[in-house]
């Protein structure tokens, strides 16, 4: 299986690397299963991970560069 929609090229720009594309991917398909609401009005695509893919893509989903909210000192 392939994906083509969204293309990988637009995925790594939302991103830095694939691994953090992956985590980012399973992490938010995990909320998506979970019931979480969907960010997008409309999705290609009818598993979780192709709609965290979708959301990626878009900009509506990214990595949270400090999780723990702490600021440099």
Do not use: C, W
């Not at 939302?14 to 992956?22: I, Q």
Request: proline fraction near 5%.
């Amino acid at each position: 299986m392939r994906i083509t929609y969204p293309s990988i090229d637009k995925l790594l720009d939302e991103v830095d690397s694939r691994y953090s594309l992956s985590v980012l991917a399973a992490k938010r398909a995990g909320e998506l299963e979970a019931g979480k609401p969907g960010a997008l009005d409309n999705y290609h695509n009818l598993k979780p991970v192709g709609q965290a893919l979708e959301e990626i893509a878009a900009g509506k989903v990214t990595i949270d560069a400090d999780p723990h909210g702490e600021a440099d000192e």
